[in-house]
């Protein structure tokens, strides 16, 4: 089993940048695609972005594409989520998964994080 921490979430202007970080503990992440996603308030949990196991094939959600990049470091174990241009739109609680694509792009994974807030003022 694997188990997934997340970090890097805040309160951030619009236009403005976060990154945020998914550690693993227990199993070695680089044997496991992973994802992100995130819950806003009354809405369910929603696919933001994938990435493969080797970190060559990445996948994004419309409404993030061109302005969060995903990317992983085997090394440390980690997963990143660079969130460029924030909007309002993007406040959530943010979630790192893993699974195969399409579990991920579905929005759902095989193990889950706790998830870290993002809040985006206007």
């Known amino acids: 089993q694997v188990q997934l921490v997340e970090s890097g979430g805040g309160l951030v202007q619009a236009g403005g940048s976060l990154r945020l970080s998914c550690v693993a503990s227990?199993?070695?992440?680089?044997?496991?695609?992973t994802g992100w996603f995130r819950q806003a308030p009354g809405k369910e949990r929603e696919f933001v972005a994938y990435?493969?196991?080797?970190?060559?094939?990445?996948y994004y959600a419309d409404s993030v594409k061109g302005r969060f990049t995903i990317s992983r470091d085997n090394a440390k174990n980690t997963v990143y989520l660079q969130m460029n241009n924030l909007e309002p739109e993007d406040t959530a609680v943010y979630y790192c998964?893993?699974?195969?694509?399409?579990?991920?792009?579905?929005?759902?994974?095989?193990?889950w994080g706790q998830g870290t807030q993002v809040t985006v003022s206007s």
């Open positions: 990435i493969n196991w080797g970190g060559d094939s990445t």
């Open positions: 998964g893993t699974g195969s694509r399409g579990t991920v792009v579905s929005g759902h994974a095989y193990y």
């Open positions: 227990g199993r070695t992440l680089s044997r496991y695609d």
